[in-house]
């Protein structure tokens, strides 16, 4: 072991290092001739290697190479947000008291909202400006849906006595593009209201209108469009009221290009008709947890504008031929070429009429941006005037369709049992809608549409 030091000593005493204060000079010469932006990042470099961070090594070809330590990414599971940390290690102690120090000291300096309310007439906030459960609102016993994070429940202000939707998610499951995509269709009436939104504890929590007098075009599609075919009567609604579905999802579409969105995730239980004030129909949408911006980095969404008229061209097609078999992964374009035949021989319609139809889902594989939604959105506009009619009868005759219970109620004497009732059912097939409806009063339509369903339910 001894041979080893002296041989070691030996091979130090033969080396010719110069001292450091030389280093200094030599480096500050060279330093001198470049130029400050170079100077600067020297600094940097120097910097890094002198902490470690950094090395200069060699590539096979002999030049200089700088190469940095991997950084050591900090996990943190964005469900624990704004709860307490349990530090495992002295390395994890340090990395949590800074990131909750940061908080509280943007907290102080910014003074962020926890909330913002954006309907006051709807929800009272506090003299502390707070919005609390059991304080200033109570949960019903009703419960609108349930989703990962929990029940989309209805509740009660309790100084105004307003009942809306809330619900609440993770904040790992939320995106901002929700909030800022719905705030920037208030004021469209192609919306639900967004009441406030607030952080609370490790969540986001909502308070939202719930739509009375509307129903998602799932349960539609579900409960009543195969009776549309059941006599003459009733299947010459299908095209004018899915012409109108379609012209109303369209303008949705549109109002959120104009701001600036696609919505991304249009399905039937994300679209609503609702009767409105002026005793006409609306078609809604809901739900912007998947928005994305029109326009990014890349340029424009070609593909979310593609998406959100795929989406609308199923749910058209759902309501007037029973929809298309779309196979997983298939575009709309890739299903419509792939089927157009075999619906040519599985609809029931005139010749017209089908040639009409292939004309409007010929169309809708050509849009692919803005301007063309526009320009599709009018030839389905002039489409529906067409096959509508006159409007106020077409209106009351589609809520006589689709609400029949409710419709034969309002003609049944007080003692009639309700069973009775829906044994009729198969009676109606025959039954003049559009006479009958003309028969009953606006006041007596407006008792129906009070019944129907609710946003969620």
Avoid at 124 to 132: F, T
Avoid at 157 to 185: L, N, P, Q
Avoid at 374 to 390: I, P, T
Avoid at 391 to 402: D, G, S, Y
């Amino acid at each position: 072991m001894a041979d080893e030091k002296d041989i070691l000593r030996k091979s130090i005493g033969k080396l010719s290092l110069p001292k450091k204060s030389e280093d200094s000079a030599d480096l500050a010469q060279i330093d001198a001739n470049l130029s400050p932006t170079t100077q600067e990042n020297l600094g940097v470099l120097l910097r890094s290697i002198s902490d470690g961070e950094a090395r200069i090594d060699k590539d096979s070809d002999g030049r200089a190479q700088i190469k940095y330590k991997a950084v050591k990414k900090f996990y943190w599971d964005a469900s624990n947000a704004n709860r307490i940390a349990q530090p495992k290690s002295d390395s994890d102690i340090q990395d949590k008291v800074n990131a909750c120090l940061e908080i509280i000291d943007y907290v102080k300096s910014e003074k962020p909202p926890s909330g913002v309310a954006l309907d006051t007439t709807k929800i009272s906030i506090s003299s502390e400006k707070e919005y609390r459960l059991d304080y200033e609102f109570e949960k019903t016993k009703e419960i609108l849906g349930r989703g990962t994070s929990g029940d989309v429940v209805v509740v009660k202000d309790r100084t105004t006595g307003h009942e809306h939707a809330y619900k609440t998610m993770m904040i790992s499951c939320f995106r901002e593009e929700e909030v800022r995509c719905w705030v920037h269709m208030s004021n469209t009436g192609c919306v639900p209201s967004l009441y406030l939104f607030k952080f609370e504890n490790n969540k986001v929590a909502i308070h939202m209108e719930i739509l009375e007098n509307a129903k998602t075009l799932s349960s539609i599609i579900e409960e009543h469009m195969a009776r549309f075919y059941e006599s003459e009567t009733t299947k010459s609604l299908v095209k004018p009221f899915s012409l109108y579905v379609l012209d109303g999802a369209l303008e949705a579409i549109i109002q959120m290009h104009y701001r600036g969105w696609v919505h991304n995730d249009l399905h039937g239980d994300n679209v609503m008709v609702q009767k409105t004030a002026s005793d006409k129909l609306r078609v809604k949408i809901l739900d912007f947890g998947l928005a994305k911006k029109l326009e990014d980095q890349n340029g424009l969404n070609l593909q979310g504008i593609k998406k959100d008229i795929t989406r609308v061209m199923r749910l058209f097609s759902d309501l007037y031929i029973g929809g298309l078999e779309f196979q997983i992964g298939e575009s709309f374009e890739q299903t419509w070429n792939r089927e157009r035949e075999n619906v040519k021989d599985k609809i029931k319609m005139s010749v017209d009429d089908r040639e009409e139809l292939f004309c409007l889902l010929d169309a809708a594989v050509e849009v692919v941006n803005p301007a063309h939604v526009r320009e599709y959105k009018n030839l389905v506009k002039n489409k529906f005037d067409s096959a509508k009619g006159d409007e106020k009868n077409f209106m009351k005759t589609i809520v006589a369709f689709l609400f029949p219970e409710k419709f034969e109620l309002v003609h049944q004497h007080a003692e009639t049992d309700y069973a009775d009732v829906t044994d009729q059912r198969g009676d109606m097939t025959d039954i003049d809608l559009e006479q009958t409806a003309n028969q009953v009063s606006n006041e007596d339509l407006d008792l129906v549409r009070m019944t129907l369903g609710i946003s969620l339910r």
